[in-house]
Nanobody, 123 residues
Framework: QVQLVESGGGLVQAGGSLRLSCAASGSRFSINAMGWYRQAPGKQRELVATKTSGGSTAYADSVKGRFTISRDNAKNTVYLQMNSLKPEDTAVYYC?????????????????WGQGTRVTVSS
């Protein structure tokens, strides 16, 4: 079974920076895309950034120019460098991966989620 393990959340002052990491583990998978979503209290989960295996990236308008997504394909890890953080960036951040999985317990084109890491930006 595939697992996504996130790290790097925490409390930071406005204008500060944080770096989130998400590592995928398990057996017999290839990653088509990895990315980050976030969910603030009382709001729906929204896309923050995503990066395909081909290198294409997409960002939410609200984070363009401040956040950078990157991947280490050898480590099956995706990172989110967050700079110039604002209080409105406060949310639980979830790692997301679209994968092609070939067993032993999962098969096919599947989407996985991490457990979430909390980011709090104080004003």
């Amino acid at each position: 079974q595939v697992q996504l393990v996130e790290s790097g959340g925490g409390l930071v002052q406005a204008g500060g920076s944080l770096r989130l990491s998400c590592a995928a583990s398990g057996s017999r998978f290839s990653i088509n895309a990895m990315g980050w979503y976030r969910q603030a209290p009382g709001k729906q989960r929204e896309l923050v950034a995503t990066k395909t295996s081909g290198g294409s990236t997409a960002y939410a308008d609200s984070v363009k120019g401040r956040f950078t997504i990157s991947r280490d394909n050898a480590k099956n890890t995706v990172y989110l460098q967050m700079n110039s953080l604002k209080p409105e960036d406060t949310a639980v951040y979830y790692c997301n991966a679209d994968m092609s999985v070939s067993g032993p317990t999962d098969w096919g084109l599947l989407t996985y989620w991490g457990q979430g890491t909390r980011v709090t930006v104080s004003s």
